[in-house]
């Protein structure tokens, strides 16, 4: 069974960065796909950011504001957020795909595990 805590969440002000932290437990994920997902109140869940092992990938809202990462060594995958706004306010959870590629990097079905989620608040 694999487990992911994510971490690094929080209020942040528009304009400012936040880095989260997706920690994998339980098996051996370095060759897996991981992704970043978002939900607001009352929306549905977005897509964010995902990373296999040929490329990362962004939705439109986030690229060139948003960074993915992984460290195989640590068991853990890295979103680096900058010029945060209001709209970016969301719960965002990592998820692991049980593929070294991703088809449908944005569609949640495509990934096999979940993490319970950080919050995310940008705010004045």
């Known amino acids: 069974q694999l487990q992911l805590v994510e971490s690094g969440g929080g209020l942040v002000q528009p304009g400012g960065s936040l880095r989260l932290s997706c920690a994998a437990s339980g098996r051996t994920f370095s060759t897996y796909a991981m992704g970043w997902f978002r939900q607001a109140p009352g929306k549905e869940r977005e897509f964010v950011a995902a990373?296999?092992?040929?490329?990362?990938y962004y939705s439109d809202s986030v690229k060139g504001r948003f960074t993915i990462s992984r460290d195989n060594a640590k068991n853990t995958v890295y979103l680096q957020m900058n010029s945060l706004t209001p709209g970016d306010t969301a719960v965002y959870s990592c998820?692991?795909?049980?593929?070294?590629?991703?088809?449908?990097?944005?569609?949640?079905?495509?990934?096999?595990?979940w993490g319970q989620g950080t919050q995310v608040t940008v705010s004045s």
């Open positions: 998820a692991v795909a049980l593929s070294f590629y991703l088809s449908h990097n944005d569609r949640p079905n495509e990934y096999d595990y």
């Open positions: 990373i296999d092992r040929r490329f990362t």
